[in-house]
């Protein structure tokens, strides 16, 4: 007798998964500079050592329909044009949900909190910064969130270089971003 079963595989993905998708694609979108939570969500990263990914991100989920709703709050840069980021937001996340999940986008909300000059966005991120580093941070060294316009390439010459003689393997590059 032959069985009739057949194996029905059958996928979900966690809220927090499809948040942290959006985050990161919506924070590679020129013009985004950061996605920020409610009053919780800041309060609570002020006690953790590291930012969560999914911070600013609302997620809405029929996984019967293998449908996502999507609400950011971001800040975005001034002077820029907030519904041409929304578009290109929109689209890369509608992309990198449908292929990594395989779940269709419906609707995407972004609420702007703020719009800061690139100025007003440094200050703010180094008294972040500040708050959240030991005081035995030397007030002279950069943040290892934020890339500063005046770092020399990494193929320059250092003025810490070491003599020929003191050959030590050089560490890898760091990759993350």
Do not use: C
């Not at 966005?121 to 972040?128: C, L, V």
């Amino acid at each position: 007798m032959a069985d009739t079963t057949t194996l029905q595989p059958e996928v979900v993905f966690d809220d927090n998964v499809l948040a942290k998708i959006a985050s990161n694609t919506a924070q590679e979108v020129d013009g985004v500079l950061s996605l920020q939570g409610n009053l919780i969500d800041d309060i609570s990263n002020r006690f953790t050592d590291k930012d969560r990914p999914q911070t600013g991100v609302s997620i809405d989920t029929d996984d019967d329909d293998q449908t996502v709703g999507i609400e950011l709050t971001a800040v975005l840069a001034y002077g820029k044009n907030g519904q041409e980021i929304l578009n290109r937001v929109a689209e890369k996340i509608a992309k990198a949900v449908k292929s990594m999940t395989g779940y269709q986008v419906t609707k995407l909300k972004m609420v702007v909190k703020d719009m800061l000059t690139m100025e007003e966005w440094r200050q703010q991120n180094d008294k972040q910064q500040d708050d959240k580093q030991p005081s035995e941070k030397h007030p002279d060294e950069p943040s290892h969130h934020e890339q500063q316009p005046s770092e020399k390439h990494p193929d320059e010459p250092s003025h810490h270089e070491q003599h020929p003689s003191d050959k030590q393997p050089k560490p890898a590059p760091d990759m993350q971003h």
